[in-house]
T-cell receptor, first 115, second 114 residues
Framework: AQTVTQSQPEMSVQEAETVTLSCTYD???????LFWYKQPPSRQMILVIR??????QNATENRFSVNFQKAAKSFSLKISDSQLGDTAMYFC????????????FGTGTRLTIIP | DAGVIQSPRHEVTEMGQEVTLRCKPI?????LFWYRQTMMRGLELLIY????????DSGMPEDRFSAKMPNASFSTLKIQPSEPRDSAVYFC????????????FGEGSRLTVL
């Protein structure tokens, strides 16, 4: 079974600064997907960024980028130029590559952006 | 598309009562998932369906929980009888095989059992 670990329950950073959220996972599979989801106070989970394990290039989406280290089974999220709207819970998730089966989520990191 | 629609948004009930949560997935999606979120246990997968057929219900906590998907556009999660420890936010999510794993979540149903 896959496990996903987020070791930072809470983080805070000043607006406009850069912050990195950590995630490690454990799997015996070679092909898989990794995700970062954002859950703002409104509660709805929103996909932030996705990484396919077979791709060596790190995914980027505007101010969001990942550092994917497959050998180390590490998948961190970097948020640049942080904004107040980035305040949310962030969940790292693992998904198998065959079919849209269940995602395994980490316990989340609560990120607060300070004005 | 309207996205995944869940109802009710909030439900307060008394212990022992039956609770039914509803979900309408995104049209065309062939996977549907029910997750439960609590402070103590985080996000837990309860059950998921593929083409209306339950694939994995190993996360359903006990026989008091049941889920159905009578057609591609509707699913229910029922708790009977409800207990205070069932208090949580219940999320429904859907996806399509071409989405490479991305789940689209509803806004969740917050259940409080007194």
């Amino acid at each position: 079974a896959q496990t996903v670990t987020q070791s930072q329950p809470e983080m805070s950073v000043q607006e406009a600064e850069t912050v990195t959220l950590s995630c490690t996972y454990d799997t015996s599979e070679n092909n898989y997907y990794l995700f970062w989801y954002k859950q703002p106070p409104s509660r709805q989970m929103i996909l932030v960024i996705r990484q396919e394990a077979y791709k060596q290039q790190n995914a980027t989406e505007n101010r969001f980028s990942v550092n994917f280290q497959k050998a180390a089974k590490s998948f961190s999220l970097k948020i640049s130029d942080s904004q107040l709207g980035d305040t949310a819970m962030y969940f790292c998730a693992f998904g198998r590559s065959f079919g849209n089966e269940k995602l395994t989520f980490g316990t989340g990191t609560r990120l607060t952006i300070i004005p | 598309d309207a996205g995944v629609i869940q109802s009710p948004r909030h439900e307060v009930t008394e212990m022992g009562q039956e609770v039914t949560l509803r979900c309408k997935p995104i049209s065309g999606h062939d996977y549907l998932f029910w997750y439960r979120q609590t402070m103590m246990r985080g996000l837990e997968l309860l059950i998921y369906f593929n083409n209306n057929v339950p694939i994995d219900d190993s996360g359903m906590p006990e026989d008091r929980f049941s889920a159905k998907m009578p057609n591609a556009s509707f699913s229910t999660l029922k708790i009977q009888p409800s207990e205070p420890r069932d208090s949580a936010v219940y999320f429904c999510a859907s996806s399509h095989r071409v989405n490479t794993g991305e789940l689209f979540f509803g806004e969740g149903s917050r259940l409080t059992v007194l």
